[in-house]
RNA sequence: GGCGGGUUGGCGGAGAGGUUACGCAGCGGAUUGCAAAUCCGUGAAGACCGGUUCGAUUCCGGUACCCGCCUCCA
């Protein structure tokens, strides 16, 4: 069996992987919080997971991996934009307001994974489907006494877990230095954060011991994860900006609730994504959603495959000149690989990806193999990168057109051209259908007319 | 201020202590009436300064610059 590598982020190593069970490998990745629609950036843990969720079926088998992602359906700016709907009149309550916000969020959400090629996890668990078990986490971890219920609030007690700060690499007296943190009289340390707080009538709220109120962010996971997957399970992962403290914080929660356990064995966190070489942010004007670019005609295959040109724990540059070499490249092994039946994955395709989801060193080995007219071993090896795949190549598939008429015409002007030695009849018509968007191919044998990229219906019409 | 990451040829982007990454672009050739497409071939790198070593782009230290998180935009 091939040895996985992975880089845990918890001891900073590049690791061999060893599952608890190999007969269940489980794996928990942190999900968006379901207000708008998913930007780029959200997409590439989404396709960086997917793409290990995939190595792992293949090599421990399809039916041997539970793969987990969550929905945060709990959270402030779900909440703005229902009060926001309720206040311009929508009707219904501000629970049936928020709950619809999520699930348009979540189906788009959907529709747009779904383009670029990821299969849906195992379980996608929502926030609001678990606050009886939040609930019961955090009842615990006050009786054990690592949390403490103060007006309304419970607050986790990060100096009773030893261990705190260890997955970022930073000590609590540290953090306190750097003191960019809540400052409430309530707490017992400026490091303590929120696992229930208390809900106004403008927000959404569940019964509680504590009163009415609604968990805090980090809690869920925990919550879910345990639920779903155990006290302990294989692989957590994330964006590098969750590692704190949203991960930190998991880390504490869960260890404390369930000492026996040991919760993730390996943390992989995948880096961020810039934008033509910036940050992808509102105030640059470089902020786009997925479906942004898909509505701009880019297929959601070559959003993925730019994704994999760049390694996962290397900050990611989406440009367009990307996309364009993308999309030459998947027009070119489609191509090739239409007809074809794919055979095995390339052994060379699977020891990159297990060596830590080299996906670049991947996408290297088929460019190998395309050089090679291995078109079998490619479809296999793309296909288990979600590349390929029939279902997503329709963009692809040349316009179904008739240029026969034309491509009789050329041959015409190019048999008089010959006798004449007059070419400029044959090259006009020939610029004519390049502009249109017409690749034209002659040669000895023959005239072919294939219509490319930018072809161009309108611009052929005129030519009649 | 604290913590972490990065700096590879024109561009993108990997691995490996010594032997060709790979792709795009370029250049040369085949082919073509000329092109396109295709095929063959090819030049080009490792921020800077030290150290370890027979040998470092690859290991170690320092400098410069860039980036991320600590501010619920992943």
Redesign the pocket.
Known sequence: MVTIRLTNSKT?RKEDFRPIDSSNVRMYV?G??V??R?????A??VVVFDVLNRLLRHVYGEGHVTYVRNFTDV???INAEALRRQKAGVPGTLEELIHGRTEETIAWYHADMDALGALRPDHEPRATEYIGQMVAMTQGLIASGHAYAVEGHVLFRVRSYKDYGKL????VD??I??????VAPYKEDPMDF?LW?PSSGEEPGWDSPWGKGRP???IECSAMSHELLGESFDIHG?????????HENEIAQSACAHPHGDFAHYWLH??????E???????LGN?FTVRDLLDQGIPGEVIRFVFL?????????W?A??A??AE??LR?WRAATAEVAASAPLVSVIE?LA??L????A??????A??E?DWAGLKASAVLLGLLEPAMGSWSSAPDVDLSAQTQR?ID??AA??AS?D??A??AL?AAL?TAGV??????AG??L?P?PDFDPAKLEALQ
Request: proline fraction near 4%; glycine fraction near 10%; charged fraction near 30%.
């Open positions: 900073r942190c968006p919080t207000y708008d998913a930007h780029l950036g959200n590439r843990p959270d402030d700016k970022s690499g930073r000590s540290d953090m230095a750097g003191a960019r943190v809540e929120v707080k805090g962010w980090h994330g964006g590098l900006d969750l590692q704190f403290p949203h995948n880096e961020m994504l810039q934008v070489g910036k940050k992808m942010s509102k105030s902020f040109m760049t390694h996962y724990r290397s900050p990611m540059d440009t000149e990307k364009r070499q030459a490249t070119k990159a060596d830590d080299n996906t670049a060193g996408l290297a080995a088929l460019h190998v395309a050089g007219g050329l002007l190019r051209a010959m030695k070419f400029s044959v090259d020939k390049v690749e034209v191919r002659m040669s000895k005239i072919e294939v490319g």
